[in-house]
């Protein structure tokens, strides 16, 4: 089972429009891809998951809060699985604040 379970921050844009699909309603397919192509899409900023921006569109398992297909912890973290072939973690050096920001103990929890 080659499968890794990342934690990682998400970027989501509160404001897009998401229909069937997720898809924007008032543009068709074709539309939506040109824009990728052609650099009008603004990637949205790294920001932990605020379920308050979307609480009409979020439901909870568990623990985790679930928006568009995604599983988010209480602190707003992504939590996804990938299949290890994909993920590519050579060359990576993260910076003193990535890793501080990724390490943080839950208030009661404590390390073995």
Known sequence: QNIVWLKLVPRIDYERKRGR????????????????????????????????????????????????????????FLKKDFRMNIVVADGIRPTLTELERFSQVPDGAELA
Do not use: H, M, T
């Open 21 to 76: 699909f997720g898809a924007d309603e008032d543009r068709a397919p074709s539309e939506q891809e040109g824009a990728y192509r052609k650099g009008r899409f603004k990637r949205p900023p790294a920001a932990l998951f605020d379920p308050s921006k979307v609480a009409d569109r979020v439901s909870s398992e568990g623990s985790f809060v679930i928006f568009e297909g995604n599983r988010y912890d209480s602190a707003g």
